[in-house]
């Protein structure tokens, strides 16, 4: 069974920075390619960093430049390293595979305020 588990998310000024992690417990995690997301309240789920298992990471623009997403194989973990925050990065965030499975994990709250 698929278990996703998010962690590393907390209360930001702008400008700041976080790093969050993800354990995404699937078979045959190092061909999967591995997304982060994020959702508001009201909006649908918006898929921010792909990972695929080879080759270049792609970033939705408005990220792109500032966060910086990575995997390691051995470990089933995902790392999403995101700098000069914004108000407008406030959202849940998660991680699942691309496509999703239909399970998903909890996520970590990102709140990016002064």
């Known amino acids: 069974q698929v278990q996703v588990v998010e962690s590393g998310g907390g209360l930001v000024q702008p400008g700041g920075s976080l790093r969050l992690s993800c354990t995404l417990s699937?078979?045959?995690?190092?061909?999967?390619?591995v997304g982060w997301y994020r959702q508001t309240p009201g909006k649908q789920r918006e898929l921010v960093a792909t990972i695929p298992p080879t080759g270049a990471t792609e970033y939705v623009d408005s990220v792109k430049g500032r966060f910086t997403a990575s995997r390691n194989n051995a470990a089933n973990m995902a790392y999403l390293q995101m700098n000069s925050l914004k108000p407008e990065d406030t959202a849940v965030y998660y991680c699942?595979?691309?496509?999703?499975?239909?399970?998903w994990g909890q996520g970590t709250q990102v709140t990016v305020s002064s």
């Open positions: 699942n595979k691309v496509p999703s499975f239909d399970v």
């Open positions: 699937m078979r045959i995690f190092r061909i999967a390619t």
